[in-house]
């Protein structure tokens, strides 16, 4: 049975010693400079490892190296370090690491960075290894005479079996990886090009500094068969809108228009528009939902209107027969007429309907296509403290953005078949002030009205509408627009009541 030893190693106290040159891993060759720029040191305040540069804001590594919070932020400060990295001279660029996604399979990792390795090569994945194969391992370990070597190293190793996920290797020379090797990659060179196909995690460190270990080998961690999952967490999940964004306008004088996005995707400037509304009377707050369901929040329009203020109605429009309902569906909902609670209402592409009461709890209502009625007519309190927002919109399945009156956004998700929240406070942006109003067609898709801007029809400057997308398992934002403020599909859209879109429009398709 072998029972090898992790690689990851707890930096000395009082600083990083160095040593004259030396060869490395516990033998092989300092990596030349100028080459292997995708190699990775990561440097947390106890302890140091390797990876690989896969892309220009991800690096893949051991598990043994970072772990994550619930959050999935690194569970303690970390940096990564590529390039043409020399301790000795601080050379390489470093960033700080701000996500860590685990693999539970295996002993791999991939690590955000804070800003991207703009210029240096990530490497490629490579085909599964072949047993006989010689493949280079390289690492920032501790050598046979260095504790802390001040480039790194590389060795060929040749790989013995290849085990499921696993894959021993042997040297002739009875060489192995070090402590500070864990996550270091094991790569083929094939027509000048450097494949990954796996990474270092544990070894008997034979030959390494202060090891009298006298067995040798090591064992390495395939990473060639996750494409699928490395691409499904660093490039931006695909979100589908198969008939555009449905888009609805309360004008003040009572008129509801249905525009139709049709580049809700991509932010395109690209619409159909309606020639004359379908509707009048609506002065209340409006809330598009799901399959074509219109939420009113009913304000009381004189004339002999039986429905008082605050009145929930139901209705439903469809493009080929128009109104259907209107009935009343609830009471008590007055304050959402008012300016400060307007926006502390939102609907999601379930129909769930959440608000923040006048205690700053987040309620949520939701609807039974089914029985045609509440499931719980009393409504359920999810957290509480939510009178520091003064704004939310649901923007898929659970997701809510959370805005404060500074302008800084929040993104949270609920899970409703564990009744747990799976993501809660993640600071997504700031600068959100700017906009009377945030409206979303599903699919982390955020539209912002009010804001001045630069109409993309005529080029002058007034109000426009603002698109946004957050990728949020790649933590970005879709690229904006010259101003960096989004990008801008349209103009006018500050004189409606409220503006409101058919939350089920677009869904994430990944």
């Given amino acids: 049975m072998r029972r090898f030893t992790a690689l990851s190693v707890t930096l000395l106290a009082g600083g990083l010693l160095t040593a004259a040159p030396a060869e490395a891993l516990s033998g092989g060759t300092a990596v030349p400079a100028g080459t292997h720029p995708f190699l990775a040191r990561v440097a947390t305040p106890a302890k140091a490892c390797s990876g690989a540069l896969i892309d220009p804001s991800w690096i893949v590594t051991s598990a043994t190296c970072l772990t994550a919070t619930d959050s999935g932020a690194p569970s303690e400060a970390a940096t990564v370090t590529v390039g043409d990295v020399d301790l000795s001279t601080g050379a390489g660029f470093t960033a700080k690491v701000t996500k860590v996604v685990r693999r539970t399979d295996r002993d791999v990792v991939l690590a955000k960075l804070e800003k991207p390795a703009t ?253 045609n009625w509440w499931v719980d007519g009393g409504g359920e309190t999810l957290d509480t403290g939510w009178a520091r927002f003064d704004s939310i919109t649901a923007a898929g399945d659970g997701v809510l953005y959370a805005r404060k009156p500074g302008g800084e956004l929040f993104r949270f998700k609920y899970d409703f078949a564990a009744s747990a929240w799976a993501q809660k406070d993640k600071a997504v942006g700031v600068g959100w002030q700017m906009f009377s109003e945030i409206f979303s067609p599903g699919g982390d898709i955020l539209y912002g009205r009010g804001s001045t801007g630069t109409s993309p029809f005529n080029g002058q400057t007034g109000p426009v509408l603002r698109w946004y997308r957050y990728s949020d398992n790649t933590e970005t934002w879709a690229p904006s627009g010259p101003d960096h403020m989004g990008v801008t599909i349209g103009s006018g859209w500050n004189t409606e009541i409220h503006v409101t879109s058919a939350p089920d429009s677009c869904r994430l398709s990944g």
């Avoid at 039986?306 to 027969?321: C, D, E, F, I, Q």
């Avoid at 209107?326 to 400060?340: C, D, F, I, K, N």
């Fill in 119 to 371: 210029g240096v090569p990530p490497i490629v994945l490579g085909s599964a290894p072949q047993a006989g194969e010689t493949l280079q391992v390289a690492g920032f370990g501790r050598t046979a005479t260095e504790w802390v070597p001040a480039r790194p190293r590389v060795a060929p190793f040749t790989v013995s079996a290849v085990d499921g996920v696993t894959v021993p290797v042997s040297s002739a020379g009875g060489l192995d990886t070090c402590k500070g090797d864990a996550g270091g990659p094991a790569f083929r060179v094939s027509g000048g090009t450097a494949q990954l196909v796996a990474v270092s995690s544990a070894s008997w460190q034979h030959g390494c500094l202060d090891v009298t270990e006298t067995r040798s080998g090591g064992t390495e961690t395939r990473v060639d068969d996750l494409g699928d999952w490395i691409r499904g967490q660093i490039v931006p999940t695909p979100v589908s809108c198969p008939a555009g964004a449905a888009i609805w306008t309360a004008r003040t004088d009572g008129s509801l228009w249905r525009y139709v996005h049709l580049g809700p995707a991509d932010g395109a400037v690209s619409w159909s528009q309606p020639s004359s509304p379908i509707g009048s009377g609506w002065t209340g707050r409006v809330l598009a939902g799901k399959g074509g369901v219109i939420w009113d929040i009913h304000r009381d329009n004189g004339s002999g209107d039986p429905y008082p203020n605050g009145t929930l109605k139901r209705w439903v429009y469809s493009t080929s027969t128009g109104w259907s309902g209107g009935g009343q569906v609830g009471s008590g909902w007055a304050r959402y007429l008012t300016p400060e609670y307007a926006n502390r209402v939102t609907v999601d592409e379930k129909n769930r309907i959440f608000m923040i009461d006048d205690q700053g709890r987040l309620r949520v209502y939701v609807w039974s296509d089914t029985t």
